[in-house]
């Protein structure tokens, strides 16, 4: 059965606390994205249809060799479960502060029989400690928008000594194309209407992406695959640490469906 760490029982509501608490203070309290979890996805596809979840499956054709993953922020446990499913030696472990997202997701890959090769973990990503270690993927969809630069920064470097050389970092994310006057202005006026919906919703204080590019190029990343979607407003790319093997070909968005 798949070890399930402070998740609060909905019946009680009591939360035990979260282990191995770094010591940074976040400067913005997290986002209360239980209120919305079960409405989550219809909100989604009624706002991109499924280009969303299209683009956090695009890259998982290339994860086969992966042994072990830090999920963050995963939601409801879609892309978790595609990657679980697809990848039959994975172990992974998920980490999201919301405990109603925590519950979709583990109801959704008991439902395909993979408990046993995943672990939960019911804490704010800014400072848990990973809960384990000698990982080869860290998976960030749309969740690197929650954070600061500096939160950014910080979560980069506590989780880099706990990667094996070769690993990987997938990111999906908006962001605003690099050209094309209208479309810059479309993607500029989105992401605000997103920011503005969030806010309110969840009570999210982020307002801007961090530029998580130029940080994980510090931390020794380098990219290895892109693909977008709606014009630039949407992407998924995967980043790589150097490997004292064979580097991995770079990889081209026509490379999988």
């Known amino acids: 059965m798949a070890s399930v760490e402070n998740i609060p029982d909905p019946r009680t509501d009591e939360v035990r606390p979260a282990p191995a608490i770094a010591p940074i203070v976040a400067r913005n309290r997290p986002a209360r994205f239980d209120r919305i979890a079960r409405l989550y996805r219809a909100m989604e596809y009624v706002s991109f249809g499924p280009v969303l979840e299209r683009c956090r499956f695009h890259h998982v054709p290339a994860l086969a060799d992966t042994r072990r993953a830090l999920v963050l922020g995963d939601g409801d446990g879609r892309f978790l479960a595609r990657l679980l499913a697809s990848v039959p030696h994975l172990q992974a472990d998920a980490v999201d502060a919301s405990s109603a997202m925590l519950h979709l997701l583990h109801d959704r890959i008991a439902e395909q029989g993979d408990l046993h090769r995943l672990t939960t973990t019911c804490a704010d990503a800014r400072h848990l400690q990973p809960p384990s270690g000698g990982y080869d993927l860290i998976v960030t969809h749309f ?97 790589e640490l150097p490997s004292a093997r064979q580097p991995r070909a770079i990889l081209r968005a026509s490379t999988y469906k």
Do not use: M
């Not at 999210?204 to 510090?218: E, K």
């Not at 979607?229 to 980043?239: A, N, R, T």
């Open 143 to 239: 969740f690197l928008d929650c954070l600061t630069l500096e939160e950014t920064e910080q979560l980069i470097t506590r989780l880099r000594p706990h990667l094996v050389p070769g690993a990987r970092w997938l990111v999906s994310e908006f962001e605003v194309p690099r050209s094309g006057v209208v479309r810059r202005g479309l993607a500029r006026g989105i992401i605000s209407l997103l920011y503005a919906a969030f806010r309110l919703l969840t009570g999210l204080t982020v307002r801007r992406i961090p530029p998580w590019r130029t940080l994980l190029a510090q931390h020794g990343f380098a990219p290895r695959a892109s693909r977008s979607w709606l014009g630039g407003l949407v992407i998924s790319e995967l980043w």
